[in-house]
């Protein structure tokens, strides 16, 4: 006896575990335990021998867990007795007496054993691996791991796998750092202890494979984890940002960020697929007359004015539509620059419909979780803090608007305040639409006005004018961007809105202006095509003539020589409208990239610069005062980039520069705004969620992405291409590129079998279909929808009834309880010898009963158990309601 | 100059692989990555350089008091600083191992899920650790929000009305089951309820 004493202490923590599975299982399922017990007495002595040698082993292996150890190690004790029952009959009264000791003392403290009994995973897994354990040291002694059974295997793969769940879950739990990290230290253990035993003879080498495979495929997963988050740019600055100003400003840097990321995609097709291969494999520079400045220009081609303004040589260039040749086939490579130059614009505006719809999808099942009012004040009370806010001002900022939005809602909640004149405001509403239409109606005339004289200057030819009439368009645009807004905000003051609100018709009308002023200039820029159209056709004309008395005159004067060569910068040409075209929008962007910068740095950076040092020789506070230091403006910096990204679309089929262009401003714009805003900004009062606006800004987005494709698609389309410039010269519209590549680059049977799926007659039922289609998709997403809002109702209604009967069957419970206790109490002594010799199958059930006031006793503060009193559940357990259902009935069974 | 850049070299080196083993658990244990793990160490170490040593490789017992932790930059001006440390202290108290401190800022990043986040919150807002949200605490709550601006009549109209949203059992607090209802809607919840370091 003396000797089992010993060994019992050794391998105390074991014998707990082992213990506490096997209360667990003992209440689920009888028959294991039989059969454990069956081949427990069998081996009993063999085994005993190894396993103290482990066990020892094991115990000091977890040294530093001892202590608490010690505690438990009697009840460890009776659990064996019980189990041991045949061979120690002697022991039994003693162990009883013991057990229930044990039983006093955990009901008397120890919160960690109850929080184990609560994590109801970890006990999962660790029961089976427990039981597994046991059995594997009862064979280790007699026999080698070979005699294992193939359940045993399965059952020892099942546990090895649950253990690599748990360590791939514990993150998420809400344990203790300690608790997880002993928890991870013995899966670990146990898991390689166990990992390479697994699986013999011939699945032997294959899961020792397949587990190191596992093994390295992680490591490989988490390495290139490692990687990618270190590889998103930016990542640190938009995280000072927001640590400083909150997360509104840095939505619109981490909107910026996502923003070059799509046009660096499109930058990549349109690089990649149309300028290098015509740069590298197509014709020349001055070999034809499409690739040459014209000889009036070569004096002034170089000219920086001229440069800038994307004339002289850089018209002639890859940047720009007409420089492409009508070619089919280019270089060694026998590259199709028509058919890729037509289906990178294609496929440049279905990539960004692509994106921004999924984005849009994405955020809307993000933020799908909530939207109706019922918990106001509460989410006032409990979200309205932002944890990333890290500056006082912010903070102060943030302290403020809480309260005001406190006040009023409590205001609304109110409802006392009475409209005091409701027809002035009314009066006053309509009157600032009325202003704000005349401002979008007059901004929209002054552009039609400038563009219409821009087109005079220029048949007038630039040289003649100022450098103001020759940028007039861009700068007007400009500018009324620039001050319509302000102008806005002036009038919104009359309206009298909520602050919410305001903003939002704020943001409404500058979207409108900037639509108004970029169709008007959009209609402008096709009365222009217009024109140079007529004038092609004259041109045309004048090119027959020309090149008719140019052979009338070679003929004619030596009639055997070789015809001679004329420069191609000689041969006269039309005026090339999508070239023009391209090229406005490109002045379009640089101007208003210019006027972005320049804004900036004197908006903001001049302006504080001037405040903080005036301010030590003025005589007013100019820093808390009048001027003070401009507020990032977030709404109007997203809408600027928004419609820059519209023209972009609009621009880049004519322009092949165009993304190019933008990932350069979208970069330096990056890094200014980024030092802008931290060393000139501060942060602004009204704060504009973030969260709630990211699909307002990506509705917006797309909105202008499917107007900016119209008139790009308008042209393509009705407009027959120039005839002496571009990719496409030569052919009737520019989509008949598809039909030739069809008919000269597939098999005879394909083109065929294309054309006659392209016939009316069965296009029109496919549309059909396809209407129908997302008819019935569109109806069974609203009947989902509706039946979404009647379970949760009905998930609410039923979780209150759900809360009121536990608390009553709680209560009841609870009295049975007592009533038990007290029956029991009276009768203890006697009757517990006979139940344990008796009813040795159901030994859980005192435990159960016993070990269920534990939780309803007034424990010592400690989060882990919620529930004294009723049982409402608790913070560290998954939401689980009808376990809890459970156990009320089968406590009150009992 | 090179005689006194090679050695830091090696050193730092030399520190980054005997951290990395103790880590490793960590990494298992938080959402971070080795990284981020490694820079909350200097971050940790940084709060008191002669209390924490720079090498982790025999997992010191050092903590470090409420006092120091708070006033990182990151939660200075959080109006539950006090009891966010708190709550990840395990002795109640406040006083933060390195892992603890790892742990609170796994929390509190951005790839916790909702369920987690919304047990720390629960526990950030009970002031007085009985595991409901009663009257108090949300008094405690709405005072700080505020800096103690709003008058006690609408204090305790606010507070009435919080209550009666968010309650479903009827007892005039809130339970946890009360608190994740109301907060798994909340829309802001995830994107406020983060702190990035």
Not at chain 1, 112 to 120: A, L, M, P
Not at chain 1, 576 to 591: A, K, P, Y
Request: proline residues 4%; contains cysteine.
């Amino acid at each position: 006896r003396e000797r089992h004493r010993a060994k019992r202490r050794d391998g105390d923590r074991e014998k707990k575990k082992r213990r506490k599975g096997r209360r667990r299982r003992a209440s689920r399922a009888g028959e294991r335990e039989d059969e454990l017990q069956a081949r427990h007495e069998k081996r009993e002595a063999g085994r005993r021998k190894r396993a103290k040698n482990y066990q020892e082993s094991e115990g000091r292996e977890r040294d530093e867990e001892e202590q608490a150890q010690i505690k438990t190690g009697k009840t460890a004790k009776t659990k064996k007795n019980i189990k041991n029952e045949k061979t120690r009959k002697v022991e039994q009264e003693e162990g009883e007496a013991e057990e229930r000791n044990a039983k006093g003392k955990k009901k008397h403290g120890s919160a960690k054993k109850e929080e184990k009994d609560e994590d109801g995973g970890k006990c999962a897994a660790k029961e089976k691996t427990q039981e597994v354990k046991k059995k594997k040291h009862k064979r280790k002694g007699a026999d080698t791991l070979n005699s294992l059974s193939p359940e045993e295997l399965e059952k020892l793969k099942e546990a090895v796998d649950e253990r690599k769940k748990l360590i791939q879950g514990l993150r998420g739990k809400p344990w203790s750092m300690k608790k997880k990290l002993v928890t991870l230290r013995e899966s670990q253990e146990f898991v390689e202890k166990y990992e390479g035993a697994l699986g013999k003879g011939k699945g032997r080498k294959l899961y020792a494979y397949k587990v190191m495979m596992a093994k390295k495929w992680m490591k490989f997963q988490r390495d290139f984890e490692n990687f990618k988050t270190a590889c998103i740019p930016w990542e640190m600055k938009i995280k000072e940002i927001e640590s400083h100003f909150g997360s509104s400003v840095a939505s619109y840097f981490i909107f910026l960020r996502w923003m070059y990321g799509i046009n660096m995609i499109l930058f990549g097709l349109t690089f990649g697929l149309v300028m290098v291969p015509e740069a590298l494999m197509g014709r020349p520079y001055g070999s034809i007359p499409r690739k040459t400045v014209p000889r009036a220009e070569e004096a002034s081609a170089m000219d920086f004015a001229v440069l800038w303004d994307f004339g002289g040589y850089a018209q002639y260039s890859v940047l720009f539509y007409g420089y492409y040749n009508n070619q089919r086939a280019i270089g060694w490579l026998k590259f199709r620059m028509p058919l890729s130059y037509f289906l990178v614009g294609v496929g440049t505006v279905a990539y960004s419909y692509m994106v921004v719809i999924r984005t849009m999808a994405r955020n809307a099942n993000e933020s799908g979780v909530g939207d109706d009012n019922s918990f106001n004040f509460s989410w006032k009370t409990f979200t309205s803090w932002d944890y990333l806010i890290g500056n006082p001002e912010t903070a102060d900022n943030k302290f403020a608007s809480i309260t005001t939005s406190f006040k009023e809602a409590i205001l609304e909640e109110q409802e006392s305040r009475k409209d005091d004149n409701i027809h002035l405001t009314r009066f006053l509403r309509v009157l600032a639409n009325f202003l704000v239409l005349c401002c979008l109606a007059g901004s929209g005339y002054l552009i039609y006005f400038v563009v219409r004289r821009s087109q005079k200057f220029a048949l007038d030819g630039l040289d003649t004018h100022t450098w103001w009439e020759r940028n007039e368009v861009n700068m007007v645009m400009s500018l009324l961007g620039m001050f319509c807004p302000m102008l806005f905000d002036v009038i919104s003051a009359l309206e009298n809105y909520h602050p919410r609100v305001a903003l939002q018709w704020q943001l409404g009308r500058i979207f409108a202006l900037f639509l108004g002023n970029l169709y008007t200039f959009i209609i402008a820029l096709m009365d222009e095509i217009n024109l140079k159209r007529e004038e092609e056709k004259i041109v045309k004309f004048n090119i027959t003539t020309w090149e008719a008395s140019l052979y009338n005159s070679t003929v004619s004067e030596n009639s055997t020589g070789p015809p001679i060569t004329i420069q191609p910068a000689d041969v006269p040409r039309g005026p090339c409208w999508e070239t023009m075209v391209g090229q406005e929008f490109v002045r379009l962007i640089i101007s208003d990239t210019m006027t972005t910068y320049i804004t900036l740095l004197i908006g903001d950076f001049l302006r504080a610069v001037l405040v903080r040092f005036l301010n030590y020789c003025w005589c007013w506070d100019l820093e808390a005062g009048f001027p003070s230091y401009s507020e990032f403006d977030v709404s109007g910096n997203v809408l600027g980039l928004i419609f820059n990204q519209g023209m972009i679309w609009m621009g880049a089929f004519y322009a092949p520069c165009l993304p190019a262009l933008n990932v350069l401003r979208l970069h330096v714009s990056m890094y200014l705004q980024c030092w802008a805003v931290m060393c000139c900004n501060v942060p602004q009062e009204r704060v504009f969620k973030a969260s709630g606006s990211n699909n307002f800004y990506m509705a917006m987005l797309l909105v202008i992405l499917f107007l900016s494709t119209l008139p790009a698609i308008y042209t393509i389309v009705t407009i027959p291409p120039s005839f002496d410039c571009g990719p496409f010269s030569g052919k009737k519209r520019m989509f008949d590129v598809i039909q030739e590549t069809l008919e000269s680059d597939f098999p005879a049977w394909f083109s065929k079998v294309f054309s006659s799926a392209s016939n009316p007659g069965l296009v029109l039922p496919f549309i059909l279909l396809m209407v129908l289609a997302i008819y019935y998709l569109q109806s069974t997403s609203k009947s989902y929808k509706e039946a979404n809002v009647e379970l949760k109702k009905k998930l609410q209604t039923q979780n209150e009834e759900n809360k009121k009967k536990n608390k009553r069957a709680a209560l009841k419970a609870q009295m049975d309880l007592e009533e038990a206790r007290k029956a029991a109490s009276q009768t203890a002594d006697s009757s517990q010898r006979l139940y344990h010799g008796k009813n040795r199958r159901n030994p859980p059930a005192p435990v159960r009963e016993q070990g269920l006031p534990a939780t309803r006793a007034p424990v010592p503060r400690n989060y882990h158990h919620g529930n004294h009193g009723a049982p409402g559940y608790l913070p560290g357990f998954p939401r689980q309601s009808e376990p809890r259902m459970h156990r009320v009935p089968s406590l009150q069974r009992h | 100059m090179k005689i006194f850049i090679v050695p830091s070299i090696i050193s730092h080196r030399l520190q980054t692989i005997s951290v990395s083993a103790v880590f490793l658990s960590l990494q298992d244990c938080t959402f971070f990555t080795r990284k981020e793990i490694l820079r909350l160490h200097g971050r940790y170490h940084e709060l008191a350089p002669h209390l924490v040593p720079m090498d982790y490789t025999n997992d010191p017992d050092c903590k470090l008091p409420l006092a120091l932790i708070v006033n990182m930059p990151e939660l200075k001006e959080n109006p539950f600083r006090n009891r966010i440390v708190e709550s990840f202290s395990e002795d109640g108290m406040g006083n933060l191992s390195f892992n603890e401190f790892v742990d609170m800022f796994s929390v509190l990043s951005e790839t916790a899920s909702r369920e987690l986040k919304a047990i720390y919150a629960f526990k950030i807002y009970d002031f007085n650790v009985d595991n409901y949200l009663c009257k108090e605490d949300l008094e405690k709550t709405l005072n700080r929000l505020t800096k103690e601006e709003l008058t006690p009549e609408e204090v305790e109209l606010v507070c009435q009305k919080s209550i009666e949203e968010a309650d479903l059992d009827g007892d005039n607090k809130l339970s946890f089951a009360d608190f994740e209802n109301m907060i798994t809607r909340a829309p802001d919840f995830l994107s406020t309820f983060h702190i990035r370091i």
